[in-house]
């Protein structure tokens, strides 16, 4: 099983990234999908996830209006595009895999960071 997340970088406030991760190794439309990110020194937090056929999402509210979660399910992917950064958005993201809490799996983490 691998989950690998990219496009993660340094990006300046109000900025936009766009971060993927690739999943393989599993039947990736079985699979709920989420974005987590976790700052220095702060627990790990949900950002969006999407349910296994794409229909249903849900976002943190501090991300609300700005992220956006996708998934494609023929490719293995799920997208996370974040606009409007601001600083405190600054941390590792996370790509996960979900089925339940005893099956899923992670990435190993994109570090964003929104600084001028």
């Known amino acids: 099983v691998q989950l690998v997340e990219s496009g993660g970088g340094l990006v300046q406030p109000g900025g936009s990234l766009r971060l993927s991760c690739a999943a393989s190794?599993?039947?990736?439309?079985?699979?709920?999908m989420k974005w987590y990110r976790q700052a220095p020194g702060k627990a790990r937090e949900l950002v969006a996830a999407?349910?296994?056929?794409?229909?249903?999402?849900n976002y943190a509210d501090s991300v609300k209006g700005r992220f956006t979660i996708s998934r494609d399910n023929a490719k293995n992917t799920v997208d996370l595009q974040m606009s409007s950064l601001k600083p405190e958005d600054t941390a590792v993201y996370y790509c996960?895999?979900?089925?339940?809490?005893?099956?899923?799996?992670w990435g190993q983490g994109t570090q964003v960071t929104v600084s001028s």
């Open positions: 190794g599993f039947t990736f439309s079985n699979y709920a």
């Open positions: 996960n895999a979900y089925y339940t809490a005893l099956r899923q799996y």
């Open positions: 999407i349910s296994s056929v794409g229909g249903s999402t």
